[in-house]
């Protein structure tokens, strides 16, 4: 057997409950296994496990999981894991130099390596040189990147977190394709970790689903289990296909003015690497935009810059002067204009404008789950009864109030998603971007989120949604903005 398991289990150790427990399997070497389970059901801590990449002095473990038969940290060489969050996958400076460090701990010989490189990243399609920083990827191209890192370890299992979870269509098609090559002759083992099941349900063998209390809820043969289980995976909160989503009642949008305009922009993170020239966006006052295009295309990029946490290369942004905060005098105000958001002092962007980035633990800044909804409404000078009126309801309608204790580093993909929302709401912002909202959301939380977003925008809010989620862009697409590299289409 590749891999086993015999009652084994694993508790954080700054954790009551264990993350999984009373697991039972095997996994048969060429076998194909979809790992499923609600958001924070233990799927990204038993994958880790998997890996031996857990350590031992963070938690406690019951039960044995073996890989050959061996403690899984004797066979990291046969392993190959892709991430849940790409950035912590990333460990070099250039793209190719980062593929190839799996290899070069492998003790492959120099003149393989890179052929072994390059092959890889044409299988998953990242089409950038060699030498490209990795620092100025996109959370999507990060997540092929990583990807082609495993592939060119040629790793007997392949253990992927959401691989395709920040990818546009595209990308997902060429990252599931390159999978289905890899494993297309029963050489190699693969257990996938995703929400949504029809990406993977033709693949994949066999699915093995966890449930909300870290046990087995069901496994067994891939669309027989499915069928047989529908009503109670639905229920616990899995994307079964088929199954209709409710219907959002949105205000009816009329042309209403900007709330934010941009002229003439030019957008990058560096003037070394601009992304978009001559953007001239106007973002509407209320309803729900969502903004689309392939990963690299400037989106996160665009987004930050319209939010002012990024000032344009060349152009100017500026506010609807209702946004604006009131004017200062003196020398601490010298470098404010009240048109442009990137200028304004902290405390004032916060209040009118929040920003959901597209890695969550950029946001956390306090050790447990309630103070980190605390901390914006502390720093605006909140006392306690104001700042529990707005937290309190937040973290019950995105189930975090069973978290409140808990470290947001520890925080399962979802559970992170939803807190770092949850910190930009409770200040209760006129506008609002949302970098990737949805990703790491099993049915319900996807649900309970966006009916969330949608009751924000009937209270008036300005939402902008950076997203692939085609479900959600059904369901919150009033507006739609298009970026491509060769500017931006607005439907």
Request: proline share 5%; glycine share 10%.
């Amino acid at each position: 057997m590749a891999i086993s398991a015999e009652g084994w289990g694993w508790r954080h150790a700054s954790r009551t409950r264990w993350a999984v427990r009373d697991l039972t399997f095997e996994i048969a070497d060429g076998e194909r296994v979809l790992l499923l389970g609600a958001s924070g059901s233990g799927k990204s801590t038993l994958l880790h496990a998997m890996a031996g990449v857990i350590a031992g002095d963070e938690g406690e473990q019951a039960g044995r999981l073996l890989v050959d038969g061996k403690h899984p940290t004797r066979c990291i060489g046969r392993m190959g894991l892709v991430q849940q969050d790409p950035e912590s996958s990333v460990v070099l400076e250039r793209v190719g130099d980062d593929v190839a460090f799996g290899c070069e701990n492998l003790r492959v010989p120099r003149e393989e390596i890179w052929p072994r490189v390059r092959h890889a990243l044409a299988e998953v399609g990242l089409g950038v040189e060699l030498n490209r920083p990795t620092s100025a990827l996109s959370g999507g191209q990060k997540q092929r990147l990583a990807l082609a890192g495993a592939i060119a370890m040629r790793a007997d299992i392949l253990l992927l977190d959401e691989p395709t979870a920040n990818l546009d269509p595209v990308g997902i098609a060429e990252v599931t394709g390159a999978v289905e090559r890899l494993v297309a002759d029963r050489s190699r083992t693969l257990v996938v970790v995703e929400h949504r099941v029809d990406t993977w349900i033709d693949l994949v063998d066999r699915v093995i689903v966890l449930g909300s209390d870290g046990g087995l809820l069901a496994d067994g043969p891939a669309r027989e289990t499915i069928e047989r289980h529908r009503h109670t995976l639905v229920d616990a909160g899995i994307w079964v296909p088929g199954e209709p989503l409710p219907d959002l009642q949105l205000p009816a949008t009329e042309a209403t003015p900007a709330i934010l305009t941009g002229e003439n922009l030019t957008i990058g993170r560096t003037r070394e690497h601009i992304v978009q020239h001559d953007l001239n966006p106007q973002l509407r006052e209320g309803g729900s935009t969502v903004l689309t295009g392939p990963n690299g295309a400037g989106k996160s990029t665009l987004a930050l810059t319209l939010a002012g946490l990024l000032a344009p290369l060349d152009g100017t942004i500026s506010a609807a002067e209702h946004l604006r905060p009131p004017a200062r005098q003196g020398w601490r105000w010298r470098h404010v204009r009240a048109e442009d958001p990137s200028t304004w002092p902290g405390r004032d962007l916060t209040t009118r404008i929040g920003t959901v980035f597209q890695e969550p633990e950029h946001q956390f800044v306090a050790t447990t789950v309630r103070e980190e909804l605390e901390a914006g409404p502390r720093a605006l000078g909140w006392d306690a009864a104001r700042t529990a009126s707005r937290i309190e309801p937040l973290m019950e309608t995105l189930r975090l109030t069973g978290l409140a204790r808990a470290n947001p580093f520890t925080l399962s993909g979802g559970e992170k998603r939803r807190l770092s929302v949850a910190t930009v709401l409770a200040t209760g912002p006129q506008v609002i971007f949302l970098d990737e909202p949805t990703f790491g959301q099993d049915r319900s939380t996807w649900i309970e989120l966006v009916q969330l977003i949608a009751t924000l925008v009937t209270q008036g809010a300005t939402v902008l949604s950076v997203t692939h989620d085609q479900a959600y862009q059904r369901a919150l697409g009033q507006h739609h903005w298009h970026l491509t590299p060769s500017g931006l289409e607005v439907g």
